[in-house]
């Protein structure tokens, strides 16, 4: 079993900048965050191997948002700048437990979510 607690959201005007954190309670193979904005189905933001460098974004975020895993501090991050409007939902942490999982790059581990809000 995996718990995951994310923190960090929060309201910010277009352009700015959150880092959103999440800490991880046990060993996992790859992490990831995704987002959910009001009316839409949950995306992937961002999806990041443990193991290696292997990190996938999704279009809408390249070059905005970066995602980290602090193997020290089992603690997953999300840098997120140039914030738009269209970037507010809430943002689930997310983990897959098995390297057969993650070579899907798929998750089965998720945490409560926090919202983000980006006001124009």
């Known amino acids: 079993q995996v718990h995951l607690a994310e923190s960090g959201g929060g309201s910010v005007s277009a352009g700015g900048s959150l880092t959103l954190s999440c800490v991880v309670s046990?060993?996992?193979?790859?992490l990831a965050w995704f987002r959910q904005a009001p009316g839409k189905e949950r995306e992937r933001v961002a999806w990041k191997s443990t193991g290696n460098d292997w990190t996938i974004y999704a279009d809408s975020v390249k070059g905005r948002f970066t995602i980290d895993h602090d193997s020290d501090k089992n603690t997953l991050y999300l840098e997120m700048t140039s914030l738009q409007p269209e970037d507010t939902g809430i943002y689930y942490c997310?983990?897959?437990?098995?390297?057969?999982?993650?070579?899907?790059?798929?998750?089965?581990?998720w945490g409560q979510g926090t919202q983000v809000t980006v006001s124009s």
């Open positions: 997310a983990a897959g437990d098995s390297l057969s999982r993650c070579a899907r790059t798929e998750v089965n581990f």
């Open positions: 046990a060993r996992t193979y790859c």
